[in-house]
């Protein structure tokens, strides 16, 4: 069993987000994973964290990164490695989170398609903007997918973590 004790939540946070929904106790597991990390992702920081940790905040970078522009920002954000390199499809498989978990191995298959293209960083708005142009068709599908399945998948993941809590923080009483 996998246990970090640098993640700690106190427990009263954490029942106060659970009686607000799935979405809010997962982000206060969220914010104190960020806290920990102070939101970087150097390897210094992503050494506090452990497997379970870092899927988990996978899940809150891509739910953040579709708010701003989908896989072609997170990608021009320097996430992709981290999101389709990792386990992270597979430990939404194992939490519950089945589609989305299929859609991410899918998105990946694109990704993996067209890594250089897609890891090169754009130096300006008009070369972000051409690469948008070309790149967003090949994803434009299955971002539409993740989009309608995040609310279910946010649900299951909740129900994972709150029944393996010891996988992802310490609770402070």
């Known amino acids: 069993m996998e246990q970090n004790n640098c993640v700690v939540v106190k427990d009263a946070d954490l ?3 659970a009686q ?3 979405v809010a106790f997962l982000n206060v597991i969220l914010d104190a994973i960020g806290e920990v990390t102070g939101d970087e992702f150097g390897a210094e920081e992503m050494a506090k964290l452990n497997g379970n940790q ?3 905040n996978s899940l809150r970078i891509l739910r953040d990164e579709f708010e701003v522009g989908g896989f072609v920002n997170l990608t021009q954000d320097g996430f992709g490695p981290y999101i389709f390199d990792n386990p992270f499809a ?3 498989r194992l939490w519950g989170a089945h589609d989305l978990s299929q859609l991410v191995y899918k ?3 694109v990704f993996d398609a067209n890594r250089t293209e897609l890891t090169t960083v754009a130096d300006n708005d008009e070369d972000f903007g051409a690469l948008f142009d070309k790149m967003q068709p090949l994803f434009e599908k299955v971002e539409l997918e993740i989009e309608a399945e995040l609310p279910n998948a946010m649900a299951a993941v909740a129900a994972y973590v709150d029944e393996n809590i010891e996988q992802f923080i ?3 009483k």
């Open 54 to 56: 870092h899927a988990l």
């Open 90 to 92: 597979k430990a939404l």
């Open 170 to 172: 310490s609770i402070q």
């Open 15 to 17: 029942q106060a987000a």
């Open 20 to 22: 607000n929904g799935p």
């Open 107 to 109: 998105a990946k298959r």
